[in-house]
């Protein structure tokens, strides 16, 4: 089954077209674990002024934003988000540029597969040596678990974004 691209007149299949709302759901939910970050840190401050502030507060945020960072990697790689030298390429013909994005597609799913392995690497010794945050023991390889998935959904969007821009160079050279 394929669906139209955004009138793009490309065609997705549905693998395609849910892996990219997976996407964008996983960055809806790393804004809301940000939103949760926000709440815990303005309650602290509002507490320490009439009881005391919560307990591991900066743990908290240590992780929480970590994790959220993370979650939002896979989004900016689907959209073209990521930061671009558009200077050296405003006057190129299209056939560069989308040339140029392709590359750029490549070296983001070898670098982003690299990255994963080795967080998933880092997550598996955190786990081994139970390293834990200081006042809450929370352990510390949890936050790890969506930072390899949110590497493991950086790998599917560079992937996409190559799809992307495969379809992309085939347009051109059509015209």
Do not use: H
Not at 62 to 68: F, K, N, Q, S
Not at 130 to 145: D, E, K, S
């Amino acid at each position: 089954m394929t669906t139209d691209n955004e009138g793009g007149g490309e065609r997705r299949s549905a693998l395609e077209s849910w892996l990219r709302t997976a996407i964008e759901c996983w960055a809806i939910l790393g804004g809301l674990f940000l939103l949760a970050v926000v709440l815990v840190n303005t309650s602290s401050v509002a507490l320490k002024f009439v009881w005391k502030p919560i307990a591991g507060d900066l743990e908290l945020t240590e992780l929480g934003v970590a994790i959220a960072a993370f979650s939002f990697l896979p989004y900016c790689q689907l959209i073209g988000a990521n930061v671009t030298a558009d200077i050296f390429t405003s006057k190129a013909p299209p056939l560069v540029v989308n040339l140029l994005k392709l590359a750029a597609a490549c070296v983001a799913l070898a670098f982003a597969s690299l990255l994963m392995w080795s967080m998933y690497g880092g997550m598996v010794s955190r786990l081994q040596y139970g390293n834990t945050t200081a006042i809450l023991q929370i352990p510390i390889w949890w936050a790890y678990v969506p930072a390899v998935l949110s590497w493991f959904l950086l790998i599917l969007a560079a992937a996409i974004s190559v799809i992307d821009g495969l379809r992309d160079l085939r347009a051109v050279r059509a015209i």
